[in-house]
C-alpha cells in the first residue's frame, strides 16, 4: 500500500506567477483535499476532490483551484501569486467525501513567494 | 462556529512524565476528533482518534478523553519519550455540505521531552 505523494517538496516563485502542486493518493483512497498550513499554524482547509469535482472549499480564493484525475491523483493551482501564500500544501487522501474523517496526508509541498 | 482551541502552545515534560494537551470546540456537528503528530519538515500523521460516542480510547502510550457535554476532549502520552517530541494537533471533522467534509485544525502544541 502506497502512502500519499507530494511533489516538487520544495520550491520558490516570485509574486505574480503560477504554481502547480501535485498529489497522488493513497491506494484506494479516492477523495483528496487540499490544506495550507502556514509557519507555526495548524493546516487550513483549501478544498476537497471527489470523483474528480470539487465538492467543497474553504475561505480561499478563486485563483485557488485544483483538478483531481481518474486515478485519483490531484493538482492544485495557484495563480497570480501573493507573499502570504508562503506556506507548506499538503495533500491528504481518504475514502469517501463525507463519511470519515480519516485522512492521510502527504509530506506537504514548501512554497516560498518572494 | 468551526474553531477548535487548543492549549498550551508548548511544553515541556521530563522523559517518563505525562504530557497533557487540551482542545475545546463549539460545533456540535463535529463527529470525530482525530489527533495528529507532526514532525519538522514533515506532514502531519494521523495518531490517534476518538468518536463522541465513546467517552475514552486508548491506543499503546496515547489516550484520548472526551467530554461531550463539555465539548472537550485531550490527548494524554504517559511515559514521554525524546521521539515523542513533536508538533501535536487536534482536530475535528464536520461534514462541510451534503457531499464533503473537512478537518478544523487546533492551533498547535510544540511538545518538547527531556532526556
Known amino acids: 500500500e502506497t502512502g500519499v505523494t507530494q511533489s516538487p517538496t520544495h520550491l520558490i516563485k516570485t509574486r505574480g506567477q503560477q504554481v502547480t502542486l501535485r498529489c497522488s493518493s493513497q491506494?484506494?483512497?479516492?477523495?483528496v483535499s487540499w490544506y495550507q498550513q502556514a509557519l507555526g499554524q495548524g493546516p487550513q482547509f483549501i478544498f476537497q476532490?471527489?470523483?474528480?469535482?470539487?465538492?467543497g472549499r474553504g475561505n480561499f480564493p478563486p485563483r485557488f483551484s485544483g483538478l483531481q484525475f481518474p486515478n485519483y491523483s490531484s493538482e492544485l493551482n495557484v495563480n497570480a501569486l501573493e507573499l502570504d501564500d508562503s506556506a507548506l500544501y499538503l495533500c491528504?487522501?481518504?475514502?469517501?467525501?463525507?463519511?470519515?474523517?480519516?485522512?492521510?496526508f502527504g509530506e506537504g509541498s514548501r512554497l516560498t513567494v518572494l | 462556529q468551526q474553531q477548535v482551541k487548543q492549549s498550551p502552545q508548548s511544553l515541556i515534560v521530563q522523559k517518563g512524565g505525562i504530557s497533557i494537551i487540551n482542545c475545546a470546540y463549539e460545533?456540535?456537528?463535529?463527529?470525530?476528533f482525530p489527533w495528529y503528530q507532526q514532525f519538522p519538515g514533515k506532514g502531519p500523521a494521523l495518531l490517534i482518534a476518538?468518536?463522541?460516542?465513546?467517552s475514552e480510547k486508548k491506543e499503546g502510550r496515547f489516550t484520548i478523553s472526551f467530554n461531550k457535554s463539555a465539548k472537550q476532549f485531550s490527548l494524554h502520552i504517559m511515559d514521554s519519550q525524546p521521539g515523542d517530541s513533536a508538533t501535536y494537533f487536534c482536530?475535528?471533522?464536520?461534514?462541510?455540505?451534503?457531499?464533503?467534509?473537512?478537518?478544523?485544525f487546533g492551533q498547535g502544541t510544540i511538545l518538547t521531552v527531556h532526556p
Open positions: 491528504a487522501s481518504s475514502l469517501g467525501g463525507r463519511e470519515t474523517g480519516e485522512l492521510f
Open positions: 491506494s484506494g483512497h479516492n477523495t
Open positions: 476532490y471527489y470523483r474528480e469535482e470539487e465538492n
Open positions: 460545533n456540535t456537528a463535529f463527529d470525530y
Open positions: 476518538i468518536r463522541p460516542d465513546v
Open positions: 482536530a475535528a471533522f464536520s461534514p462541510g455540505g451534503t457531499s464533503y467534509g473537512k478537518l478544523t
